[in-house]
């Protein structure tokens, strides 16, 4: 009776099994959409976690993430700026021609995101002038502190181009100014200033969407034939690749025409400028120069 049975089971039979299996089917199915829609969540806010949480949880004992304080990178850095830096002269009468010419004397230094990076205490500290730009004021707060009292800095309030209101930190040496505020505002006085620009992982911080409009302010503040020294991450691991930020970059992605291509030449491959303490990553370093106009 019971062979009879799985042989040829019964219409009522044939109901409840499909049933019992639809059940289970769908349940399973949408435990899997929860748990896929959680992990999508979960994944994208911690992608994109607010730059000023993230400095919270850093600054609170949290994950370093990819911060590098060594002194050592600050100066390979400032070293690979100088010894690229050319400056624009006009030549005599009898040739009308610009040329380049190497120029080691105080700079006007442009650090992008620059978060806390002792990067620009250093360059101060070698004589170059320094501006940083940076939305999250607790990183700005930390790097004050790098230069001593907090009574060297005056702070002055006022309202960018889009009329929100950003701040700016001057040092009493007149020497180092931090902006307060978004990197993507247009700040007319900034405008042709700097004769070069030290941008440490913030390209590769930026999402793929926010890059040409980077890319085209970073192009109006730096002067002409201007040099910027660029770090970015370099991931072993191809399957990595598309995760970030920081996110994996090589040259193709730095000279894209919708990045730096459209307003700069490409001068040198540093290859790996300092070691990390990430696996299989590497820190890697770019030399760009602003195209001259003609």
């Given at each position: 009776m019971i062979l009879d049975i799985l042989v040829i089971p019964d219409t009522i039979t044939i109901t409840l099994l499909f049933v019992i299996c639809s059940i289970q089917y769908v349940s399973s199915f949408s435990t899997n959409i929860r748990v896929n829609n959680f992990n999508r969540r979960y994944q994208h806010t911690s992608i994109n976690m607010a730059w000023s949480d993230t400095w919270a949880d850093i600054l609170n004992g949290g994950s370093p993430r990819w911060k590098v304080d060594d002194l050592n990178s600050k100066k390979i850095a400032?070293?690979?700026?100088?010894?690229?830096?050319?400056?624009?002269?006009?030549?005599?009468?009898?040739?009308?021609?610009?040329?380049?010419?190497?120029?080691?004397?105080?700079?006007?230094i442009l650090c992008p995101l620059a978060g806390d990076d002792p990067f620009i205490h250093y360059a101060?500290?070698?004589?170059?002038?320094?501006?940083?730009?940076?939305?999250?004021?607790?990183?700005?707060?930390?790097?004050?502190?790098?230069?001593?009292?907090?009574?060297?800095?005056?702070v002055v309030e006022t309202n960018d181009s889009s009329n929100k209101e950003e701040k700016q930190w001057k040092h009493t040496s007149g020497k180092v100014i931090l902006y307060e505020g978004d990197i993507l505002t247009k700040r007319s006085e900034l405008l042709n200033s700097f004769d070069a620009i030290y941008d440490k992982d913030s390209f590769g911080a930026l999402n793929l969407?926010?890059?040409?409009?980077?890319?085209?302010?970073?192009?109006?503040?730096?002067?002409?034939n201007g040099t910027i020294y660029i770090e970015v991450k370099y991931k072993e691991n191809e399957w990595q690749r598309?995760?970030?930020?920081?996110?994996?970059?090589?040259?193709?992605?730095?000279?894209?025409?919708?990045?730096?291509?459209?307003?700069?030449?490409?001068?040198?491959?540093?290859?790996?400028?300092?070691?990390l303490n990430i696996p299989n990553m590497k820190q890697t370093g770019h030399i760009l120069r602003r195209v001259l106009k003609r």
């Open positions: 400032l070293d690979y700026i100088l010894q690229h830096h050319t400056t624009t002269t006009t030549a005599t009468d009898d040739d009308d021609q610009q040329k380049g010419e190497s120029n080691t004397s105080s700079l006007r101060y500290s070698q004589g170059h002038e320094v501006t940083a730009i940076d939305i999250v004021p607790e990183a700005l707060e930390v790097m004050r502190l790098q230069f001593g009292n907090a009574s060297d800095w005056s969407d926010m890059r040409s409009a980077y890319c085209k302010r970073l192009s109006e503040y730096i002067k002409p598309p995760n970030g930020p920081p996110y994996h970059v090589e040259k193709e992605d730095i000279m894209n025409e919708d990045s730096f291509g459209n307003c700069f030449e490409y001068v040198k491959s540093l290859g790996e400028v300092y070691p």
